[in-house]
């Protein structure tokens, strides 16, 4: 028949396709032998050849193929899939190649396909009628846009309600679901919105448990575009009553299965994520179907509810924060994603009415552990887990005095109680991000740590891991009550977890060292010794000899993590250790950029750990006085490096340099002419937001050997500064980083920098005319209070740099303090709202002025009362800092009129 249609010339044109319709199920077969790769490989690269070729008889033979019911259904499905590949793609551009070149078929091909591909939803063979679905769903999602295939949603919707072939309905309701799921077919389907309500919601009702189950997984996928229908009151009832039905265990009927519950609570999942604000009427039945499912209905169906309470809190949670960030109450109104209406939604917490009777449930769900199960594996147990760490961070510390009791009863339980001791460690890590140290958990945390670090030589590998991850998140949330009181027994005990036959035990081992020496680290810079110190040559020598054993790929990964958190922490008696370590790491990085991965996940893990050790380099060279055979060393790799196409390599590389040249200082500018065009690359990449921050703060760093290598360079840096400036594309939090940057070139270059003064004041003055503005226009919100506060800070380090570093050379430099002097008043005036870091950086302003211009300016500023009392009430300001920069303007005041007066 396709030989028929294509004829003549096509006939002539694929002659050289016949081997391929000849031998195509043999070709499909050998496609999926897993054990003869080379057959394998050339049957690939024969459907490959294929494809390339004659379109018409490529697409034919895969249809005349699944719609065969005389072939092997192995090949009638990969048929199937290929035909389906044949039209999507997940990346646009080249899902609109395919749709044109689907419609470049002759339209008696595409005919004949889409006919012999609805004849094949009547199929006896599932994998044949499924994938039939499939590719009924992609062809429809390209012809209906284009004015093609007209009918075909309610022709669907007609063979989904056809009871003489039950086959044909369940492929319909696939087809359908495949359609909800696909962007393209959003309007179309939209328009026809009420036929597909109407058969998907009485498939959901019907007898027949197939039906139910496809029509419940069609219903959810297709719900955001039913939004206009269930706004509706009696439309809404009436389907949630359907789904609850199907969701329950009382009164199961022989359409009802473990998979039809299943289904029906994944759809109360979509339901209170799409239409939060209609599901307070149902709430009651809703905890009744889940509480009941959670803990007697089949393990599939019991994670399905606890995702429903999941999605509630993350809901929840994020009208909290939008209400949070536009300056309301939480029990105000926010705008969630993903709600069809756009009007303002509040926040019902309906989280914090079932948490007193949801929480014991999900203790019974910890307790299901399942000692069989792989560290990837989801099951109830850590479903649970999830669902109660979502309902902590949404309640925070009112979630307590909920489960406090029954933590502190478990936790400390003999060895024979291990499941609750485990339940109990679980419970506790996931309370541990969202709750306050010095809140109520506060005493249950430091009897818990001595707990945690005893059963990391629990005889239960899932129990010490469990102990293990728990500690790790008390390092990085509640650092201060591990650092402070039980580093000495955390150096003592967590190491000799590194060498536990349990690979998950020595990873979570990794974690513990990993966020204590964040934790110290945090302590202050340039600390002369600190906690780790007197631990540091042996917690080195243990973390490098796991990250350089021969355990798995993924825990050698994490102790060089821990071991770069390590080094990062090292205090300055550390020194000697870290001179030896340089050479070491560069050695491997060195290596590194000799190995050639055989494929990407090799790929992957080489660039995983370049951009560890790129960040040991780094805080090598912050603690180590760099020799110039070491800095050539690092330069020449660090360059190697910014060739890769990982971006967390080049960005690590990049940060390793800057502190090479904080290091090197003036030294650095030998190296300026190499690094410079990486460096400008990475300070422009505006669409990688970590990589152009990384960028700006290395250019500071460098602009000691920028200086020293010449005026030459100057031009570059700050047209790439103002272009940045101007960028829609860059993430604004960057853009008042960089207005600093231009402080701080500002002050190495000196008169150098006289001939951008014009443009980059210019820039500064309308960036926060335009800020002002929206906050003016917005006064409530916090997250716009915030920028404006942050972009104060950052312009006031930029004028301190203008005014210092061109003290002697400013042409004409009333124009510019004017500018000055207006934005002093504005914040002066609205020092209230101001931040502590704002207002000390705007006092500093105030001083660097008065310090270079003398009495005119004093006289000038002091003109202003807002600025007058803006210097008062920093002198009284509770925060150390701001006093003291108020201080300081006041002695330079003092002096300047004392000078005056002699």
Partial sequence: QFLYLIGGARAEAGVGDAWWMATLTDILLNAQKTTNAALRSQAIAQIEEAEKGNVENFLGSLMQELSDETKPIETRALAGTLLKNFMVSHDPVVRREKAAKWLGVPEEVRTLIKNMTMSTFASPKKLARLPAAAVAAAIAAIEVPAGQWNGFVGNICRAARQKENLCAREAALVSLAHLGEDPEAHEFMLVACEDVAGTLVAAAEDENATVRVEGLKALSVNLDILGALLTVPHQMSYTMKVVCSAASLAGASAASSPGTREAAMSCLVRMVELYYPEMGRYMQAVFSLTYEAIQRDDDAVAMQALEFWTTTCDVEQYLIDEALANGEDESETASPRGLPSLAAVPCQYFIKGAAELLVPVLWGGLLKQDESAEPDDWNVCYASARCLQSIAMTMGDQVVPITLPIIAAQLNRDNDSWRHVEAAVHALGCLLDATSTDGPIQETLHSAVPILLHNLSHPRPTLRSAAGWCLGRLCEFHADVVVHRYLKDVMRIVPTALTDEDPQVASKACYVLFGTARAVAQCGDDQQTNDISKHFAPLVEAL???????????????????????????????????????????????????????????????????????????????????????????????????????????????????????????????????????????????????MCSASLLTLLQCMDGVTGAGLQHYEGIMVALLQNLKSQELDPHIKPKI?????????????RFSPFVLSVMKAVGYAMRVVQAEVDKHPRSEELRDYLNDLREHVCVCYTGIVLGLKTTLQDPQRYLHQILQELQRIAADRAGTTPAAYRNALQVVHDVVHVYKANMKEELLKSTDIEEFIRDGAAHPNPEVREAAELVVTKMARIDFLAAA
Avoid at 595 to 618: G, L, R, Y
């Fill in 544 to 690: 490098y000899n796991v990250a350089t054993g021969t355990w798995s790929p993924a825990l050698r990964k994490h102790a060089w993590e821990a071991l770069a958190a390590v080094v990062g922490s090292a205090a300055k008696d550390c020194a000697p250790h870290l001179v030896q370590l340089l050479p070491t790491f560069l050695a491997y990085l060195e290596s590194s950029l000799a190995k050639t991965a055989p494929n990407a996940v090799q790929e992957a893990h080489i660039w995983d750990v370049q951009s560890i050790f790129c960040s040991v380099v780094h805080a090598l060279c912050r603690n180590v006085a760099v020799t110039r055979p070491l800095g050539d060393r690092v330069m020449t790799t660090m360059l190697k490096l910014m060739e890769t196409r990982n971006s967390a390599v080049r960005r690590n590389a990049i940060m390793a340099i800057g502190a090479l040249a904080l290091s090197l200082g003036v030294d650095f500018k030998r190296y300026v002419d190499a690094f410079l065009p990486h460096l400008l690359d990475g300070v422009q990449n505006h669409r990688e937001a970590g």
């Fill in 739 to 751: 207005i600093a940057a231009f402080g701080d070139v500002a002050l190495q270059a000196g008169d």
